[in-house]
């Protein structure tokens, strides 16, 4: 279809192994985002990328976690040495140049074991 | 960090009863957005409300925002068991592209 696309939809994986995200935004999207959303903590900021400028990195809570964004186009959210508190539906967005709103895709849920 | 907060948090009610959510935020913004989270899927965009407006309508969706009281509600009119889902309210600090800053929803349930 021609809306944001994530995959896996779901991954459950062990303590302390490593996991990694994709998000595929809509074509011609220059702005994408990451977001987690998690029971005790709604909905949080992780990464923010806009064309060729560096990304905003503000919202990532810890350096176990990093993405990339190859070509200007798909995202990869990687998760180090996964932690239970990691357990939560990650979110990826993006959206038009200069413009709101954003679009979303279905999101991955992740549970760590 | 959370923006604000939505009230309430949980709401339930008879189809064809209008529904009314409220946000609350913290700081200063460029515009406010409504959306809307079906139980396991991503979330769609409902309304955007930008600071130096006051009410905004789309379709059965009245959007209010008063800045002097930093807070907006969502009113859903007539509604029906398909507007089951959750609401979240989110802040943009700045216009264009930039992260959103969510509450943490209000769960709406309309009975049929």
């Known amino acids: 279809g021609a809306g944001v696309s994530q995959s896996p939809s779901n991954k459950v994986t062990e303590k302390g192994k490593d996991v990694e995200l994709r998000c595929d935004p809509i074509s011609g999207h220059t702005a994408l985002y990451w977001y987690r959303q998690s029971l005790g903590q709604g909905l949080e900021f992780l990464i923010y990328?806009?064309?060729?400028?560096?990304?905003?990195k503000s919202g990532l809570p810890s350096d176990r976690f990093s993405a990339e964004r190859t070509g200007g186009s798909v995202s990869t959210l990687t998760i180090q040495r996964t932690q239970q508190e990691d357990s939560a539906v990650y979110l990826c967005?993006?959206?038009?140049?200069?413009?709101?709103?954003?679009?979303f895709g279905d999101g991955t849920r992740l549970s760590i074991l | 960090s959370q923006q604000g907060e939505e009230d309430p948090q949980a709401l339930s009610i008879q189809e064809g009863e209008n529904a009314t959510m409220n946000c609350s935020y913290k700081t200063s913004i460029n515009n406010l957005q409504w959306y809307r989270q079906n139980s396991g899927r991503g979330l769609v965009h409902l309304i955007l409300i930008r600071s130096n407006e006051r009410e905004k309508h789309s379709g059965r969706l009245r959007v209010t925002l008063d800045t002097s009281k930093k807070s907006s509600s969502l009113l859903i009119t007539a509604s029906r068991a398909a507007d089951t889902a959750s609401y979240f309210c989110?802040?943009?600090?700045?216009?264009?592209?930039?992260?959103?800053?969510f509450g943490k929803g209000t769960r709406l349930s309309v009975i049929a």
């Open positions: 967005a993006s959206s038009k140049t200069g413009e709101q709103p954003q679009h």
């Open positions: 989110a802040t943009a600090r700045f216009s264009g592209n930039t992260p959103l800053v």
């Open positions: 990328f806009q064309g060729n400028s560096a990304p905003d």
